[in-house]
Antibody, heavy 121, light 108 residues
Framework: QLQLQESGPGLVKPSETLSLTCTVSGGSIRSDSYYWGWIRQPPGKGLEWIGS???????YYNPSLKSRLTTSVDTSKNQFSLKLRSVTAADTAVYYCARHPDTPMAGGDYWGQGILVTVSS | SYELTQPPSVSVSPGQTARITCSGD??????AYWYQQKPGQAPVLVIYKDTGRPSGIPERFSGSSSGTTVTLSISGVQAEDEADYHC???????????FGGGTKLTVL
């Protein structure tokens, strides 16, 4: 059974960089059938797509976050990562990682449990 | 910017059919996906590519598409179906992903 698990700091100071990692177990991230994505959800609000990465490093980003965003993949560790620079309180959210079959536009069929990241001094 | 529009809330009595709509100009060109999300949990995919139902999702969940609107239908609604439902699709060029604002389904 495929599992995804987010990890990283739960508290980030304003203007600093939010860094998260998603570890994939029960399957290989090096697959030409899947894309690996990040989605966030501010408290009490809806879902927002952050971006996706392919095992070869190709990336797809939300235009509204693109200038602050970097995603990457480490196939040796079966992990993919997110870095969001210059964070503000508006970046406070539960961050999820997910697997997307066939295209980065596809629905996520497996999700991590989510990690709450609070931006505060 | 491109948007997907969902009603904020839908209420239905047990045993009835709930219909949740999602509207957007690119829906004729891009597939839609639906998620169910219960409090404190990650979203669960219940419909893919407009009408597909993933393994393990009850048959009472179905999806349909007509022009710029897609609809998630839940027939014979049960108390356990009370949740937030989110639609997802892409912009017309398939460059980025958009979510609807979410709909809270209340089972009366």
């Amino acid at each position: 059974q495929l599992q995804l698990q987010e990890s990283g700091p739960g508290l980030v100071k304003p203007s600093e960089t939010l860094s998260l990692t998603c570890t994939v177990s029960g399957g290989s991230i090096r697959s030409d059938s899947y894309y690996w994505g990040w989605i966030r959800q501010p408290p009490g609000k809806g879902l927002e797509w952050i971006g996706s990465v392919y095992y070869d490093g190709n990336t797809y980003y939300n235009p509204s976050l693109k200038s602050r965003l970097t995603t990457s993949v480490d196939t040796s560790k079966n992990q993919f990562s997110l870095k969001l620079r210059s964070v503000t309180a508006a970046d406070t959210a539960v961050y999820y990682c997910a697997r997307h079959p066939d295209t980065p536009m596809a629905g996520g069929d497996y999700w991590g449990q989510g990690i709450l990241v609070t931006v505060s001094s | 910017s491109y948007e997907l529009t969902q009603p904020p809330s839908v209420s239905v009595s047990p045993g009835q059919t709930a219909r949740i709509t999602c509207s957007g100009d690119s829906l004729p060109k891009q597939y839609a996906y639906w998620y169910q999300q219960k409090p404190g949990q990650a979203p669960v995919l219940v419909i893919y590519k407009d009408t597909g139902r993933p393994s393990g999702i009850p048959e009472r969940f179905s999806g349909s598409s007509s022009g710029t609107t897609v609809t998630l239908s839940i027939s014979g609604v049960q108390a356990e179906d009370e949740a937030d439902y989110h639609c997802q699709s892409g912009d017309s060029s398939g460059t980025y992903v958009i979510f609807g604002g979410g709909t809270k389904l209340t089972v009366l």
